[in-house]
DNA sequence: TTGACAAACAAACGTTTGTTTGAGTACGAT
DNA sequence: ATCGTACTCAAACAAACGTTTGTTTGTCAA
């Protein structure tokens, strides 16, 4: 679908991206206090943790830093890429290629959601003063184009809205792995991922104020899995 | 407002719930892996690590485990107790019971939301069968009173309309202190949370259908239930 | 006073943490 | 051959971790 949304290449280049790919895997899922380098090393295939220092010489920290900028860097492109595009210019109802664009990404790297949705929550003294600033121009981009998407919302509104789509969007992927246990049926298997994405879609719709998305002859939302019939 | 929601006493009773209070903080704040149980002690008025030891015998994760059940349960009994009450019977446009209701908790236990947001995340051995028993009843809860809603969503799509409120909901207070620094104001301050409020209540009653205030009269979306295929 | 029990204390346990040191290997350039 | 660079490794470090042990204090009943 999208060239842009690239996935890390299943066999990294470099040590230093094994590396990260092996810490960026382990944050997500245990967090920054819950991992150790050992395990780091262990799972980008080298013997012993002091070759870690070699590759980053700002230790555990400087790790971390470079997995939750590498995250946050793809997100931020990706949605700056969609806006030089010209999408959702003055029209609501063309939010596709936003949400598209991050499902794929999201779907594409399982842990970024569940990284970043942590890397939220740290107060850290490092993270407290890292965070907003690798945040900035993604939030930035996000609350102009919810401006110029001209919605039924105030603009004292609009950093409300937009926090509430990340949550919204986010959200799914990063607690992926508790709902496993609520629902049926794996969040992340084909079907359950198909259908959040029109949820999503309509939910956005809904928000936005995209006043008629299947009035519009060969919109999303009509034209779904759903109207599957035997 | 709502009686129902008591904050925590400003002075605890008993011990226990000193270190509960403490460790419910501390755990929000740095989460299960960057607490340790000598900052519990000192936060809850011990002068020695040790003490914890006879008021939770089961060490760390047991102090975890009753913060995680004291929290989810409040949130459980005061959803339960609204729909005692008879809140959104069929009607989408009553749902403000509820959301003031999860409101007034969340902005008088500032470390629930986050707390929550956290264990959810987690994947250690122990949050990942406990969290899905403990959440079981609030989840089941909220479907059923979606479905009784009667919103313009299909049986199939109110798993996930379900934890999409809980994204919207509480994740505004779990990410408080990020929001706080990329927003020109403080998100706990009181205009913030009042600003806060109305924008949930209206993007609810936009998503769960309420009166579709700038959709046409046709319900676009909700006819494609059982008539949608005549 | 005596016994009993809960609560808080000090000290230490063994383990794991992030990090450092120094020696060793592979390899292209000189 | 020899140098220099890039890289990996084993070993060790001090500090912090969760937990245990043994003792002391306070309190109520007999």
Redesign the interface.
């Known amino acids: 679908m999208s060239a842009v949304a690239a996935p890390l290449p299943q066999t990294p280049v470099s040590m230093r991206d094994a590396i990260l790919d092996a810490a960026e895997a382990r944050f997500a899922?245990?967090?920054?206090?819950?991992v150790s380098v050992r395990e780091i090393a262990a799972d980008a295939g080298l013997k012993n943790q002091a070759s870690l220092y070699h590759h980053f010489p700002g230790g555990k920290q400087a790790i971390y830093a470079a997995v939750l900028a590498r995250g946050i860097d793809a997100i931020t492109e990706l949605v700056a890429a969609s806006e030089r595009a010209g999408s959702l210019r003055g029209d609501p109802a063309a939010a596709s290629p936003y949400l598209d664009g991050v499902f794929d990404v999201l779907i594409a790297r399982p842990h970024l959601a569940?990284l970043m949705?942590?890397a939220?929550?740290d107060?850290?003294p490092y993270a407290?003063?890292a965070?907003?600033r690798m945040?900035?121009p993604l939030?930035a981009l996000g609350v102009r184009i919810l401006q110029d998407a001209g919605g039924?919302w105030q603009p004292?509104?609009l950093?409300?809205?937009a926090?509430?789509l990340?949550?919204?969007i986010f959200?799914?992927f990063?607690?992926a792995?508790?709902?496993q246990?609520?629902?049926p049926e794996d969040p992340r298997s084909a079907p359950a991922v198909a259908?959040?994405r029109l949820?999503i879609r309509?939910?956005v719709a809904?928000?936005i104020?995209a006043?008629?998305?299947?009035?519009a002859p060969g919109t999303m939302?009509g034209a779904g899995k759903?109207s599957h019939?035997a």
Chains 1, 2 share one sequence.
């Open positions: 899922g245990a967090g920054f206090d819950g569940r949705h942590r939220a929550l107060d850290s407290r003063d965070m907003p945040l900035q939030y039924p004292s509104e950093p409300h809205l926090a509430a990340y949550h919204l959200g799914y990063a607690d792995s508790l709902l246990a609520l629902l259908r959040q949820f309509k939910a809904l928000l104020g006043a008629a998305p299947v009035a939302l759903e019939r």
